[in-house]
């Protein structure tokens, strides 16, 4: 609650290690506090929900790390490291994947 227009706050992954309902509610009420305290706020999450406030909050720019899928039988995952504007398209859940090749 001491966040201002001051602060830069850096969150990872908030609302792991509980159900996806649980997860995205508290994300996402976490991010309209600080959207509306004004901080300035990195906000790394795998909740693609949360892209929904970058259509509500003018303020709200939503990025992702660009990657390809190999579309050979291997599937493998390219990623890289490029920061890419807009929500992540990617349809199918390359999550762990992902974490791999990093």
């Not at 720019?61 to 990617?90: F, M, W």
Request: charged residues 15%.
């Amino acid at each position: 609650s001491n966040a201002t227009s001051q602060s830069l706050v850096l969150l990872d992954e908030l609302g792991r290690a509980t159900s996806n309902e649980d997860g995205v509610a508290i994300a996402w009420a976490i991010s309209e506090f600080l959207l509306k305290k004004g901080a300035m706020t990195f906000f790394v999450t795998h909740y693609p929900q949360l892209y929904k406030l970058g259509e509500m909050y003018s303020s709200v720019q939503n990025q992702h790390l660009s990657s390809s899928v190999s579309t050979e039988k291997t599937g493998d995952i390219r990623y890289t490291h490029k920061l890419a504007s807009g929500p992540c398209t990617a349809t199918p859940d390359y999550g762990v994947g992902m974490a791999i090749a990093c």
